[in-house]
């Protein structure tokens, strides 16, 4: 067996610049797209605070904030405002998120879950043909069906009302002035319209939108106006988030879900009144000499996470070549026995028992390392029986079903007080549901439960489709600390690919010695549930034949990561957005 070394990775930094990437694949849009920041700030240092954001026009809003003396919060607040406007596809006002807050001033690190319900009239059978099969991916995602409801609002509310300090008027004041005033669309909503097609025509509102007076894709450069989202924040600016989740706002995106007649949804305005965040407990454990930490359930993310990373260590990580197949091998193997874990047992930590510490558990976790001791894993792997710290679940839950192509923005802030933010918002697959309503889009969240309720062996599984439950993510916003001093925060968009690639990163910088850049340009290779999946037009295809004299299957792809991360050191903060993207770090 050929092992490659750090060679392979430096080669693979020079050799390959990440600009380079094939286009192309209609199936999954959101992963594709022109790749460089329009004004290339995708790596930074700054003094004492900073902003890593998927637009340069979001990173500069939260850079302004934080010059105005704003929190980490507030400058969250202005920049997902931004967001929701300048990359309309990953996230917005229409959908959710998850947001790792580290504050300062009293040392707690917390977490707000701002994902979004399924309707309370939702049942089990939401993504099942007349048949019984489930249904295609786009059936259920274009329309209604898909639409859960939506929390980015009350996310942000809750954090700026703990941690805020200019005014809401002030923080929505950047988005106002860019959809009054225009803003010109990039060269990577542009490609992803292009790639839309029909499907972007579903509904008339987001077609006139998207799509120019003579029916076009809106080319990149072209100056876009969108008085009716600017109209939607000076409500909310006027009379508070409520003015979104009751009355006419609310009004209007249940009348838009439900009388989508292709493919109606069960939204009602009673779900927009009654929702709310949840501040949860994160997730942490060791790795590195580190101790790294995330968004517990109904995140699966940072808990797949850490599990990979002890099981690697556990088996000798250490002493394997930077970059070689062996040390794939055991990244690889280790990632699907996570997987296997979270595909049975994560799910709304709320509405079904989830083992989040059995999971992470050390005595569990080297029960699991065993099976890592030969060469590669053969054939399917199995899912590992946790302990439970609270009521087991009986009987065994089940193997879902759940398509999770990838979608999103990640978001990483810190002030000039040390508080630090790791945020992933999302309206899930690239322009959510594709109804628009007020200026902004609906999310497809839904589509994040199995369309399957239970699996082959009778067994209900966890993250099936319950009226009120939150689906299963893969988001990962994680921050990692050193002697309780916390030293990076990071996170990306992806699907379920987020995993991975949050997990590359972190061992790439933590583990491999890459600087801050470099670990988030590295050529991706993941595992998930068997097949290698190499970054296509990179190094990592030179590992596939090593890899499949392994054993396994190797799918050459694009795979497109949006990583964000801000590194704090004893000489300041260190930024860094993924090459891939158009993303862009802003700071002092
Ligand atoms: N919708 C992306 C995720 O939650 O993982």
New binding site residues.
């Given amino acids: 067996m050929r092992l490659a070394t750090t060679a392979f990775l430096l080669l693979a930094l020079i050799a390959f610049p990440v600009a380079a990437r094939q286009a192309s694949d209609v199936v999954a849009p959101e992963a594709n797209g022109p790749t460089t920041a329009p004004d290339g700030h995708q790596a930074g240092t700054a003094k004492s605070f900073m902003v890593v954001a998927a637009h340069p026009l979001a990173a500069e809003a939260g850079r302004a904030v934080l010059a105005e003396g704003g929190s980490a919060v507030d400058a969250l607040v202005a920049v997902q405002l931004v967001l929701g406007l300048v990359e309309p596809q990953s996230s917005g006002l229409g959908g959710g998120g998850f947001l790792l807050h580290w504050s300062a001033e009293d040392g707690q690190l917390t977490s707000f879950d701002g994902r979004e319900t399924a309707p309370a009239a939702a049942g089990p059978d939401l993504f099942l043909a007349p048949g019984g099969g489930p249904l295609p991916f786009f059936q259920a995602v274009v329309g209604g069906r898909s639409v859960g409801t939506p929390a980015t609002l009350r996310l942000l509310e809750a954090a700026h009302r703990r941690q805020g300090r200019l005014p809401f008027a002030r923080l929505a004041a950047p988005a106002i002035a860019l959809a009054e005033g225009g803003f010109a669309v990039s060269p990577r909503l542009a490609h992803l319209i292009a790639l839309e097609g029909d499907r972007l025509r579903h509904d008339p509102e987001a077609a006139a939108y998207f799509f120019d007076g003579a029916s076009k894709p809106l080319a990149p450069g072209a100056i876009l106006r969108n008085p009716a989202y600017a109209e939607t924040l000076r409500r909310v600016v006027a009379d508070g988030t409520d003015a979104f989740y009751e009355g006419e706002i609310a009004h209007d995106i249940v009348a838009k879900v439900r009388s989508d007649t292709a493919n109606p949804g069960l939204l009602a305005e009673s779900d927009l009144e009654s929702y709310a965040v949840i501040e949860r407990e994160p997730v942490c454990g060791p790795a590195f000499g580190y101790r790294v930490c995330g968004m517990g359930p109904p995140s699966s993310?940072p808990l797949a996470i850490l599990q990979i990373l002890a099981l690697i260590e556990a088996k000798g990580f250490a002493a394997l070549a930077p970059g070689s197949a062996a040390a794939w091998r055991l990244i690889g193997d280790a990632s699907r026995l996570a997987f296997a874990d979270r595909e049975r047992w994560l799910g709304d930590p709320d509405r079904v028992d989830v083992p989040a510490d059995g999971l992470i558990a050390p005595g569990y976790l080297a029960h699991r390392a065993r099976l890592l001791d030969g060469p590669v894993l053969p054939g399917p792997v199995p899912s590992g029986t946790p302990g439970f710290d609270h009521g087991a679940l009986r009987p065994l839950p089940g193997l879902g079903l759940t398509p999770?192509l990838p979608?999103?923005t990640h978001v990483v802030i810190r002030d000039a007080a040390g508080n630090l933010l790791s945020y992933t918002g999302?309206i899930?697959n690239g322009f959510g549901s594709r109804l628009m309503v007020h200026g902004f889009l609906l999310n497809n969240?839904l589509t994040?439960f199995s369309f399957l309720p239970v699996d082959a062996s009778g067994n209900a599984v966890a993250n099936r489709v319950e009226g009120g439950k939150r689906p299963r993510?893969?988001?990962s916003p994680v921050i990692v600390f050193r002697d309780e001093t916390p030293v990076l925060a990071i996170g990306s968009p992806g699907?379920?690919r987020?995993i991975g690639f949050v997990l590359q990163a972190l061992i790439g910088r933590l583990a491999w010695g890459m600087t801050l850049q470099e670990a988030l340009a590295a050529p991706h290779l993941l595992n998930r549930f068997g097949p290698f999946e190499v970054e296509a037009g990179t190094a990592a295809t030179a590992l596939a034949p090593d890899l499949g004299a392994l054993g396994y299957k190797v799918e050459a792809l694009d795979l497109n990561s949006g990583l964000a991360a801000i590194e704090i050191g004893p000489r300041g903060l260190i930024g860094a957005a993924d090459p891939r993207r158009e993303g862009t770090v802003a700071g002092d």
């Fill in positions: 993310g999770e979608s999103t999302t899930e969240e994040d993510s893969s988001m699907g379920s987020i």
